[in-house]
């Protein structure tokens, strides 16, 4: 009881010291609650969504579903002659046909294409009673005839669409017309899909190319008839296993499954970035308690010398640290909830809708986040405990603070010193390794024992990057320079853990550009060495192929010297050693070899695009025994078995077509069926010689009236690569901008418990002569020299991974290292700032020190 009673003294006495290291708990079990809760959401969303939609059975072709968007770009579909079949089945209340698609764009009067620019797809089918399970009609009526269309509420508003506008549906059959008959509301979430629906023999011919089909069908149980029950009299009814039938139950866990990988694939990402701010958090948390430890020095030799024990003083103290986890986290995860909410109105903005009355909060959330923040306190304490307890009671007749405050143990920098090399030896043989597996063991041994080294022997390397930057920086400032530098080594130890939390972050800022900007420079270089095209023509971003009107169209455009259709077509191909392995065989026009050039090690690749010869990757002829002259068994998965002869083998050392097996379209389409062959995946186009300018605004020209296809020439290929990755660094970039926040916190921690700490010493300065002005001038810089030691370490040592991560790169042919020394430079220049402005309140507090009372202070 006395323990607690001492606690919570001290834990009240010095809850102002506190304040900031309880919001580095909270913003990070915030981070850590808001992203279950968030995904937790996202869950139960897609979930009603998936159990509302679902019927009691649904009978589809087998093998649909595995495309989103099919080669062909027509769903695999089953005659209507299903529909009665089970709708005779034992225990069927009744059965109707659908149509589904998702590989369909819908654009307005204007060309606009109407779908999600979120990733969302676009859905197209019959309006049917199934529907109405999670759909009403709230404006109109649904389509009667090839003259209508019906589209979701959503939608609508987004575009600003109404009842009489016009849409074009443009899918691979062809482009049709209609106009808007009614407007379709979600009774439950939609999460940003644009739905459209089109009357049955319309959907029929425009999405599936023929009449008397269907995507499936969906039956509907008799009262007391289970799922199960039902499925085992359709399949009897049906005969045989041309069909994969799916209870309702089995169909939501089958789309759970799916949508379930993306959200486990963005919860753990985001889960890491939340364990990174915890990691920097600790040090914040390390330094406070540190620094009270020191100024209760004599308050702790008195406790001891009335005969508290060493067990009662260290238990103290940990119980501060329970008291200050646990308010951390309960704010921490009351703020979680807000920022889930947060980040679902985030996503409402950019199309993706969540619905507040879907926010789940498990049970487990707010116990994940309340454990989470008392462990990480209690274990971020323990140091500062042990050495409390270690305090004698003849440390009552010393001022505060202990002389190994000052110092960095030798065994300490040692351990550090042997950290680091080990982590620099690992990153060498990242370097060195002849496989990227073996790299990437050596790459994160080699980030972890340096990120541990340099956490380590900090107190060693603040005593000489301090000196070094005071050499370069503060001694314009002169006396005041002197002081804060002075101040900055005086204790290198939580210098060192200050600057530590501000190099975590800004390590892997450094890492993440050093690499971003080596990949977009190895492209970039490929690209010049490889790419001997003009143009790309491809989708926006979603992977479907071109549609056969939009390629008629790029073809007619004047002033091509040639246009190149390019495909893949799954295939089973047998080697003479009688190894079968399923591959994607390239067909494209014998123009692509001058579209894109290969390095051909063995034959003639002009060959391969000729009757029954193909060619094949240097990676598999070594692997299979492949020569020139051979003969492999190709099994189109769309069509028949050829026998093609290998007319060249082709260097893998590329990132584009890695791998590849080419053969000729005329070759393809001689196995491949005409309805069965797929849609070009991407068209390449060469302009006739000084007509580059003309050729590519009439091939944009010509394009315009489908804009899910971008054309490009090679500065906008080069310029999309760029923003992609620039916008993936982006996200990364404020993930990690928590960490970094966490770590200001720090240094506007660790000099406010310094400005306490330093009371009396600040009085006697003042009363000497130093100026308020000249005080606040002192902090300031001694703050600005801690954020720039923190991003010197942080900076050398992201370079460092960066580096050896583009060596692991390079086993992959992204051979070109380039170090971003604009942005190198602009984080270290912004550091100064930061540390410049996390001085500012506790410069402000000391100026305004009484400094009679300051002088008068208890040491």
């Given at each position: 009881m006395?323990?607690?009673?001492t606690?919570m003294?001290n834990?009240?006495?010095?809850?102002?010291?506190?304040?900031l290291?309880?919001?580095a708990?909270?913003l990070?079990?915030?981070f850590?609650?808001?992203t279950?809760?968030f995904?937790d959401?996202?869950?139960?969303?897609?979930?009603k969504l998936?159990?509302?939609?679902?019927p009691?059975?649904?009978?589809s072709?087998?093998g649909?579903?595995?495309d989103?968007?099919?080669?062909?770009?027509k769903p695999?579909?089953?005659?209507?002659?299903?529909?009665?079949?089970?709708?005779?089945?034992?225990?069927a209340?009744g059965?109707?046909g659908?149509v589904?698609?998702?590989?369909?764009?819908?654009v307005?009067?204007d060309n606009?294409?109407?779908g999600?620019?979120?990733?969302?797809p676009?859905?197209?089918?019959n309006?049917?009673?199934n529907?109405?399970?999670?759909?009403?009609?709230?404006s109109?009526h649904a389509?009667?005839?090839?003259?209508?269309?019906m589209v979701d509420a959503?939608?609508?508003?987004?575009?600003?669409?109404?009842?009489?506008?016009e849409?074009r549906t443009?899918?691979?059959?062809g482009?049709?017309r209609?106009?808007?008959?009614?407007i379709?509301?979600?009774?439950?979430?939609?999460?940003?899909?644009?739905?459209v629906y089109?009357?049955?023999a319309?959907?029929?011919k425009q999405l599936l190319?023929a009449?008397?089909?269907f995507?499936?069908?969906s039956v509907?149980?008799e009262p007391g008839?289970?799922?199960?029950e039902?499925?085992?009299?359709?399949a009897a009814a049906?005969?045989g296993?041309a069909?994969?039938?799916?209870t309702?139950?089995e169909?939501t866990d089958?789309?759970?499954?799916?949508?379930?990988?993306?959200?486990d694939?963005?919860k753990?990402?985001?889960?890491?970035?939340?364990?990174?701010a915890l990691l920097?958090g600790?040090?914040l948390i390390?330094?406070?308690?540190s620094?009270?430890?020191?100024?209760?020095?004599r308050e702790i030799?008195l406790m001891?010398?009335i005969?508290?024990s060493?067990?009662?003083?260290n238990?103290s103290?940990?119980v501060e640290?329970?008291l200050?986890?646990i308010v951390?986290?309960l704010?921490g995860?009351a703020a979680?909830?807000?920022?889930a909410?947060?980040l679902?109105?985030?996503?409402?903005a950019?199309?993706?809708?969540l619905?507040t009355?879907?926010?789940?909060?498990?049970w487990?959330t707010?116990?994940?986040?309340?454990?989470l923040?008392v462990?990480v306190?209690?274990?971020a304490a323990y140091v500062?405990?042990r050495?409390a307890g270690k305090?004698?009671?003849m440390?009552?007749?010393?001022?505060a603070?202990?002389p190994?405050?000052?110092?960095?143990g030798?065994?300490r920098a040692?351990?550090?010193l042997?950290?680091?090399?080990?982590?620099a030896?690992?990153?060498?043989?990242?370097?060195?390794?002849g496989?990227a597996?073996e790299?990437?063991?050596?790459l994160?041994?080699?980030v972890?024992?340096?990120?541990?080294?340099?956490?380590?022997?900090?107190?060693l390397?603040a005593?000489?990057?301090?000196r070094a930057?005071?050499?370069?920086?503060l001694?314009?400032f002169?006396p005041?320079g002197?002081?804060?530098e002075?101040?900055?080594?005086r204790?290198?130890?939580?210098t060192?853990a200050t600057?530590a939390?501000l190099?975590?972050?800004?390590a892997l800022v450094?890492?993440?550009?050093v690499?971003?900007?080596?990949?977009?420079?190895?492209?970039t270089e490929?690209l010049?060495?490889s790419?001997?095209?003009d143009f790309i023509?491809q989708?926006?971003g979603?992977g479907?192929?071109i549609?056969?009107q939009?390629?008629?169209a790029?073809r007619a455009v004047p002033?091509l010297e040639?246009?190149?259709?390019?495909?893949v077509?799954g295939?089973?191909?047998?080697?003479?050693?009688?190894s079968?392995?399923?591959?994607?065989v390239?067909a494209?026009d014998p123009t692509y070899r001058?579209d894109v050039?290969r390095?051909?090690v063995?034959?003639?690749l002009a060959r391969?695009?000729?009757?029954g010869?193909?060619?094949?990757g240097?990676?598999?002829a070594e692997r299979?025994g492949?020569?020139v002259?051979?003969t492999?068994?190709?099994?189109f998965k769309a069509g028949?078995?050829a026998e093609l002869?290998?007319?060249?083998?082709?260097?893998d050392e590329?990132?584009i077509?890695?791998?590849?097996?080419?053969?000729?379209?005329?070759?393809a389409?001689?196995?491949?069926?005409?309805?069965r062959m797929?849609q070009?995946?991407?068209?390449?186009?060469?302009?006739?010689?000084g007509?580059?300018?003309?050729?590519?605004?009439?091939?944009?020209?010509?394009?315009a009236a489908?804009?899910?296809y971008?054309v490009?020439?090679?500065?906008?290929?080069?310029?999309?690569l760029k923003?992609?990755i620039?916008q993936?660094?982006?996200i990364?970039y404020?993930l990690?901008?928590l960490a970094?926040?966490?770590a200001?916190?720090?240094v506007v921690n660790?000099?406010?418990?310094s400005?306490v700490?330093?009371?009396r010493?600040i009085?006697?300065?003042?009363?000497i002569?130093?100026?308020?002005r000249?005080?606040r001038r002192?902090i300031?810089?001694e703050?600005?020299?801690i954020a720039?030691?923190?991003?010197?370490?942080g900076?050398?040592l992201?370079?460092?991974w960066?580096?050896s991560?583009?060596k692991?790169?390079?086993?992959e042919g992204?051979?070109v290292?380039?170090?971003?020394?604009?942005t190198?430079a602009?984080?270290?220049?912004?550091s100064a700032l930061?540390?410049?402005?996390?001085?500012?309140?506790?410069a402000?507090?000391a100026g305004?020190?009484?400094?009679l009372?300051?002088i008068?202070?208890d040491g």
């Amino acid at each position: 009881m006395t323990v607690w009673k001492t606690s919570m003294r001290n834990f009240l006495a010095h809850k102002g010291r506190m304040a900031l290291s309880a919001v580095a708990v909270m913003l990070s079990v915030a981070f850590v609650c808001g992203t279950l809760v968030f995904t937790d959401t996202m869950n139960t969303t897609f979930d009603k969504l998936f159990a509302v939609t679902s019927p009691d059975l649904t009978v589809s072709p087998k093998g649909s579903g595995d495309d989103e968007q099919p080669a062909d770009g027509k769903p695999a579909s089953l005659p209507a002659s299903v529909v009665a079949e089970a709708a005779q089945a034992d225990g069927a209340k009744g059965a109707e046909g659908a149509v589904f698609s998702m590989a369909v764009t819908v654009v307005d009067a204007d060309n606009k294409n109407m779908g999600s620019e979120t990733g969302a797809p676009t859905i197209s089918g019959n309006w049917t009673e199934n529907e109405l399970r999670s759909m009403e009609i709230t404006s109109g009526h649904a389509p009667r005839g090839p003259g209508d269309v019906m589209v979701d509420a959503d939608t609508a508003e987004k575009h600003g669409l109404k009842l009489g506008d016009e849409l074009r549906t443009i899918t691979a059959v062809g482009d049709s017309r209609a106009r808007i008959s009614g407007i379709v509301s979600f009774t439950v979430t939609n999460p940003g899909a644009a739905v459209v629906y089109l009357d049955t023999a319309t959907a029929q011919k425009q999405l599936l190319g023929a009449p008397d089909v269907f995507s499936h069908v969906s039956v509907t149980a008799e009262p007391g008839v289970s799922d199960t029950e039902l499925k085992k009299s359709v399949a009897a009814a049906l005969g045989g296993s041309a069909y994969r039938l799916q209870t309702q139950q089995e169909a939501t866990d089958a789309n759970k499954d799916s949508m379930g990988a993306f959200l486990d694939v963005m919860k753990y990402a985001m889960l890491g970035f939340a364990g990174i701010a915890l990691l920097v958090g600790v040090f914040l948390i390390v330094n406070t308690f540190s620094m009270l430890v020191a100024q209760r020095t004599r308050e702790i030799g008195l406790m001891r010398a009335i005969g508290s024990s060493r067990k009662q003083v260290n238990r103290s103290v940990l119980v501060e640290a329970v008291l200050l986890g646990i308010v951390g986290s309960l704010l921490g995860v009351a703020a979680g909830v807000g920022l889930a909410v947060g980040l679902m109105k985030l996503m409402g903005a950019v199309g993706m809708e969540l619905s507040t009355g879907d926010l789940t909060v498990a049970w487990t959330t707010p116990a994940v986040g309340l454990a989470l923040g008392v462990v990480v306190t209690v274990l971020a304490a323990y140091v500062p405990a042990r050495r409390a307890g270690k305090v004698s009671p003849m440390a009552a007749l010393r001022d505060a603070g202990t002389p190994a405050d000052g110092r960095s143990g030798w065994v300490r920098a040692g351990i550090g010193l042997v950290l680091t090399a080990g982590g620099a030896a690992a990153l060498w043989a990242t370097g060195q390794a002849g496989e990227a597996s073996e790299g990437s063991l050596f790459l994160a041994l080699g980030v972890v024992l340096t990120l541990l080294g340099f956490i380590v022997i900090g107190p060693l390397l603040a005593g000489v990057v301090v000196r070094a930057l005071g050499a370069v920086v503060l001694r314009f400032f002169g006396p005041v320079g002197r002081l804060a530098e002075r101040n900055a080594l005086r204790n290198p130890r939580r210098t060192g853990a200050t600057g530590a939390a501000l190099m975590i972050g800004l390590a892997l800022v450094a890492c993440l550009s050093v690499v971003g900007s080596s990949m977009v420079a190895s492209a970039t270089e490929e690209l010049d060495r490889s790419v001997g095209a003009d143009f790309i023509v491809q989708d926006s971003g979603t992977g479907r192929p071109i549609v056969p009107q939009a390629a008629e169209a790029a073809r007619a455009v004047p002033g091509l010297e040639h246009i190149t259709d390019y495909t893949v077509l799954g295939a089973r191909v047998t080697a003479p050693d009688g190894s079968t392995v399923d591959e994607g065989v390239v067909a494209a026009d014998p123009t692509y070899r001058q579209d894109v050039r290969r390095t051909v090690v063995a034959g003639d690749l002009a060959r391969a695009y000729g009757t029954g010869a193909m060619s094949v990757g240097d990676v598999y002829a070594e692997r299979h025994g492949v020569e020139v002259g051979d003969t492999l068994r190709v099994a189109f998965k769309a069509g028949r078995t050829a026998e093609l002869k290998v007319a060249a083998i082709t260097s893998d050392e590329t990132n584009i077509d890695k791998g590849a097996m080419y053969t000729a379209l005329t070759t393809a389409t001689t196995y491949v069926p005409a309805d069965r062959m797929p849609q070009n995946l991407a068209m390449f186009g060469k302009a006739q010689e000084g007509k580059e300018k003309e050729a590519y605004t009439a091939l944009k020209s010509a394009l315009a009236a489908y804009p899910v296809y971008k054309v490009q020439n090679q500065a906008d290929f080069k310029q999309d690569l760029k923003d992609q990755i620039g916008q993936l660094l982006n996200i990364v970039y404020g993930l990690l901008a928590l960490a970094i926040i966490v770590a200001v916190l720090g240094v506007v921690n660790t000099l406010a418990l310094s400005v306490v700490e330093r009371t009396r010493e600040i009085g006697l300065m003042r009363a000497i002569g130093l100026s308020r002005r000249q005080l606040r001038r002192m902090i300031r810089l001694e703050s600005v020299v801690i954020a720039l030691f923190g991003a010197l370490l942080g900076l050398g040592l992201g370079m460092g991974w960066g580096t050896s991560a583009q060596k692991l790169l390079a086993l992959e042919g992204l051979n070109v290292l380039e170090i971003p020394w604009p942005t190198i430079a602009t984080v270290f220049f912004c550091s100064a700032l930061v540390g410049l402005l996390a001085a500012l309140v506790p410069a402000f507090r000391a100026g305004r020190m009484n400094v009679l009372n300051a002088i008068a202070t208890d040491g």
